[in-house]
């Protein structure tokens, strides 16, 4: 069976600071993984999606990712945090060609950004 | 289109009352999804209808839970005989296809009392 883990409940970081928002998941084949963000009262949002090639992925408002399949992660970054960036985070995997029918998702990383 | 939109977005009931969420997806997206969130967890599968059949359904969905997509169009879910453990964000996506993005409606927060 998928699973994520999100190591981190809630992370606090300085406006101006970088960001890493740690992900790690169990999956049988290689995974499809993802990342959205959920703003107070908001759906989720799409941030960026890992299926192949490149293990570094871009994403929307300056968030990458990493891919590391040796150690089984994929960590959220960002060089420099915006207060508008307070959220909740998700990582989710997916098997079937990521299919939302499939995700799998952690319980989330609380982000507070201080002025 | 706006979106993927939810209804209510807040509704409190009574335990032991039946409640009933709408969806509306993007207007051309066929597949639709019904997810569940606790409080301090992440989202968890429901249900996943391809146009107006319901395809697959999590064993989350107890037999008091029942989805329909009639038409295609928008979906609702229902709960019956609602419990305390049933409070939670309800949370409603839609895709164009099985491999593409999924966008989330906003969710509807259920608190039973």
């Known amino acids: 069976a998928q699973s994520v883990t999100q190591p981190d409940i809630h992370i606090t970081v300085s406006e101006g600071a970088s960001l890493e928002l740690r992900c790690n998941y169990s999956?049988?084949?290689?995974?499809?993984l993802f990342w959205y963000v959920q703003s107070p009262g908001q759906g989720l949002q799409l941030l960026l999606k890992?299926?192949?090639?490149?293990?570094l992925v871009q994403g929307i408002k300056g968030f990458e990712a990493e891919f590391k399949r040796s150690q089984s992660s994929f960590n959220l970054r960002k060089p420099s945090v915006h207060w508008s960036d307070a959220a909740e985070y998700f990582c989710a995997v997916g098997g079937l060609s990521g299919s939302a029918r499939q995700l799998t998702f952690g319980s989330g990383t609380q982000l507070t950004v201080l002025p | 289109d706006t979106g993927v939109s939810q209804d209510p977005r807040h509704k409190i009931t009574k335990r032991g009352q039946n409640v009933t969420f709408r969806c509306d997806p993007i207007?051309?997206?066929?597949?639709l999804y019904w997810y569940r969130q606790t409080l301090g967890q992440g989202p968890e599968f429901l249900t996943y209808?391809?146009?107006?059949?319901?395809?697959?359904k999590s064993r989350l969905l107890s037999d008091r839970f029942s989805a329909e997509r009639p038409k295609g169009s928008f979906s609702t879910l229902e709960i019956q005989r609602t419990e305390q453990g049933d409070s939670a964000m309800y949370l409603c996506?839609?895709?164009?296809?099985?491999?593409?993005?999924?966008?989330f409606g906003q969710g509807t927060r259920l608190t039973v009392v």
């Open positions: 209808f391809q146009n107006e059949a319901q395809l697959e």
């Open positions: 996506a839609s895709s164009l296809y099985d491999t593409t993005e999924a966008f």
């Open positions: 999956y049988g084949a290689t995974p499809y």
């Open positions: 207007s051309e997206h066929n597949r």
């Open positions: 890992y299926f192949s090639g490149d293990t």
